[in-house]
């Protein structure tokens, strides 16, 4: 117990510093730039790299984090992600797909954060309203459409934005009807009915191929499209010869980048308000919050078509960026590693939900198989290994012992909420807020008279 | 007319009755207290007339409604509040939030308005943080306006349960042992508090006790529950003299000596 504060004084005391003041600013700077250097002079595919590309990303979280200034979070993000990334991308484009793969990821972690971490709702079925989306979008812009009705046509490919909307709205209508029965139940219940809802999506979407052909069973739905580039022309014309593949890289890599950014804003306003705190309220003490005259089951329902939209929303990208779906893509495995990146990263939490939607994700697409081939290696070249011993096969015993290993000395999470700093921080913006508004109203009086 | 009404209660548990046909009326703007020898069935009562329970039998009409059956959170929102016996604060949130959740019935910023920082939004948001800080200095704790409630001694947390019952600008406070666990000094302090709720505020109160000196110094009315039935209402001089109270209280045969 003292060794656990003791640290964790120790740990403030570094960072204190290093998140306000004048040296915040050096530090920050700093570390983008030596992660970006260090990123782009070495390009190759390693677990070196992987690290690097970790850390890189994390700085953008401790930059969200720190007390500086906004415009300076602002330049930061722009060169990191919008500049340096996708730069390092066209050097090696394995690692754009991965950063693309990790924002789908973050969307999905902050959705689900809203119903587990804000709510406190175990929802195990959270993929179900992913494959919501990703199938709308499936079955509308492919020919999939014509089994269902011969007489209707695929649509064309640039309603794959109105689509972001429609997938949004499908999923909020999806959570609705899912939780209007479930949740008045309480704790387990919830999350064995949500459970049962994610198999018996996937059972649907395996078996939806007779009468009707829907959803073409397990063959899953394929060539889905993708939304013309409207600025592809204009590129090539600059002499950039790229293919389509490269741009189409790009081009989802920064359409996740800014959904992930508005979700960030979306999900950090709402906890931030009366809707968060009744929902916290609900998590803490449920008999004391209704005490309060919050009607507990339409705020859970709102957390829940909420988490659901954002799933919604992003199953459209993701059926698009992938060009193909089938059932076995959103199964029960797809929702307890989004949970995984709820909690390991720290219920509750923006930042950790983030970075724990950066680590599953690393850990799975890069580091899990990189360490599994490095044993494999090792096995050929003799080390004393078991020849029935596949490290390949062993690579989710090898994430489900971390993560055993992370609840028992971080039971919190990788990033807690650090609940105080944020309250000051939000009265701060809404104290200024409310001046620059009352600054406003009065040159408007002003000019008026 | 009455401010509340409750006629003819009743709440059984399995083979228990734990409240026996109450009927009990308060008036507005008065102080009452409802008092009992332990498991008595007085927070079942409050845990009745607050739509915690349904119950088995019997009619609660507050401000002119029959709220019957209501949910809690609609008794609530039609401004009957409550503190809990064992003190139910939202531990890990701060004591100002503690205090803005008491308001949630009366911010009606839509999420849209919230997600795009709307200024009815935002002015709404500051004044309720104004009138929750202006509570808090009301029940005298302002100064710990950004400490997690958990870490708040214990008579603070008392203080803040009040603050966050009258952040919903209720009609009526019904407090659950108010001063239990408190030195002398402390129960003097929150004694006044009750008082400056129906004076200054024009709160109603009903106040369930242990503390006698508190009750009789405090209320207009009083009723006694014993076994979950109405054995005395009336003024402090009638309770006080009244046998089967003493008898309650005291045991069978002690009614001749005390008084
Ligand atoms: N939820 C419940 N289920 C079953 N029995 C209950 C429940 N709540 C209360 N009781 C029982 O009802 C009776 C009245 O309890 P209650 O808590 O209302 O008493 P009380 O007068 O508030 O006592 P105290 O002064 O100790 O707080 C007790 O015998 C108690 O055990
Ligand atoms: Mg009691």
Redesign the interface.
């Known amino acids: 117990m003292t060794t656990s504060t003791s640290s964790q004084s120790l740990w403030q005391r570094v960072t204190a510093p290093l998140s306000s003041g004048p040296i915040a600013y050096g530090f920050l700077a700093l570390y983008v730039l030596a992660c970006s250097i260090l990123l782009v002079t070495n390009p190759r595919t390693e677990l070196s790299t992987d690290v690097v590309f970790v850390l890189f990303l994390l700085s953008m979280l401790v930059a969200y984090r720190s007390r500086v200034a906004a415009w300076f979070k602002v330049v930061l993000g722009v060169f990191a992600l919008g500049v340096v990334l996708p730069y390092f991308g066209t050097l090696n484009p394995f690692y754009i797909d991965v950063a693309t793969q990790a924002g789908i990821f973050t969307a999905l972690a902050l959705g689900l954060n809203v119903v587990v971490g804000f709510a406190g709702l175990l929802d195990l079925g959270y993929v179900a309203f992913f494959a919501v989306g990703a199938y709308a979008w499936g079955i509308f812009s492919t020919p999939q459409i014509t089994e269902i009705n011969p007489a209707w046509s695929p649509v064309d490919p640039v309603m794959f934005y109105p689509f972001l909307i429609i997938g949004l709205i499908l999923g909020l209508i999806t959570g609705v009807l899912l939780g209007l029965p479930v949740l008045r139940l309480r704790g387990d219940y919830l999350a064995i009915v949500t459970l049962g809802f994610g198999e018996v999506i996937r059972v649907v979407a395996n078996n939806l191929d007779r009468p009707i052909n829907i959803t073409n069973g397990s063959q899953g739905i394929r060539a889905i499209e993708r939304p013309p580039l409207i600025i592809v022309d204009q590129i090539r014309n600059l002499g950039i010869v790229a293919d389509d593949n490269r741009l189409y890289q790009l081009f989802f890599y920064y359409l996740v980048l800014i959904i992930v950014l508005l979700t960030v804003?979306?999900v950090a306003?709402?906890k931030h308000?009366?809707?968060g705190?009744?929902w916290?309220?609900i998590r803490?003490?449920e008999?004391?919050?209704?005490?309060?005259?919050?009607?507990?089951v339409r705020m859970k329902l709102?957390a829940f078509a909420i988490g659901a939209s954002f799933a919604g929303v992003m199953g459209v990208v993701f059926a698009s960026k992938q060009l193909f779906i089938n059932p076995p893509t959103f199964d029960l495995l797809r929702s307890i590693n989004i949970l995984a990146m709820v909690i390991l990263g720290g219920m509750g939490s923006i930042p950790g939900a983030m970075l724990g939607a950066i680590i599953v994700t690393m850990l799975d697409l890069q580091i899990l198989p990189r360490i599994a081939a490095v044993l494999r290696e090792a096995q050929a070249a003799g080390a004393p290994i078991p020849r029935q011993f596949d490290p390949t096969q062993y690579q989710r015993l090898l994430f489900g012992l971390l993560l055993v290993v992370m609840m028992i000395f971080r039971p919190e999470g990788l990033w807690p909420d650090e609940?105080?700093r944020e309250?000051?921080h939000e009265?701060e913006i809404?104290?200024e807020?409310?001046e620059a508004?009352k600054t406003a109203k009065q040159a408007g009086a002003d000019s008026g008279s | 007319m009455a401010l509340l009404e409750a006629t003819n209660i009743t709440k059984i548990f399995g083979g228990l009755v734990a409240v026996n046909d109450v009927t009990f009326t308060v008036e507005p703007g008065s102080i009452v207290s409802v008092i009992g020898p332990n498991g008595a069935g007085k927070t079942t009562f409050f845990n009745v007339l607050?739509g915690?329970y349904k119950p088995d039998k019997g009619r609660v009409v507050f401000a002119g409604k029959d709220i019957t059956g209501w949910?809690?959170?609609?008794i609530?929102?039609l401004g009957m509040?409550?503190t809990?016996q064992n003190i139910?604060?939202?531990?890990?949130?701060?004591v100002?939030?503690n205090v803005?959740?008491?308001m949630?019935?009366h911010?009606h910023?839509s999420?849209w308005s919230?997600?795009f920082?709307g200024?009815t939004?935002?002015?709404e948001?500051?004044k309720?943080?104004n009138k929750a800080l202006e509570l808090l200095s009301f029940v005298g704790i302002a100064d710990k306006r950004?400490e997690?409630a958990k870490n708040l001694p214990y008579g603070d947390q008392r203080r803040l349960e009040i603050a966050?019952a009258m952040?919903?600008d209720p009609k009526i406070i019904l407090l659950d042992e108010p001063t239990a666990g408190m030195n002398p000094h402390e129960t003097a302090e929150a004694t006044q508090l009750i008082r400056r709720l129906r004076d200054e505020r024009g709160i109603t109160v009903i106040l369930i006790e242990h503390d006698m000196r508190l009750v009789m110094s405090i209320s207009e009315r009083i009723s006694v529950l014993d076994y979950g039935s109405k054995i005395a209402e009336g003024d402090v001089q009638a309770i006080r003299t009244n046998p089967r109270v003493i008898e309650a209280y005291l045991g069978k045969g002690a009614a001749g000596h005390a008084a």
């Open positions: 804003i979306v306003r709402l308000s009366r809707i705190r009744a916290e309220a803490e003490d008999v004391a919050a209704v005490a309060q005259g919050i009607p507990r709102l609940r105080r309250e000051q009265v809404t104290d807020e409310l508004d | 607050t915690i949910r809690s959170d609609q609530a929102a509040r409550r809990f139910r604060l939202f531990g890990n949130m701060t100002l939030e803005l959740i008491g949630h019935v911010l910023a999420i919230i997600i920082r200024r939004m935002l002015r948001e500051a309720a943080r950004d997690l966050r952040a919903g």
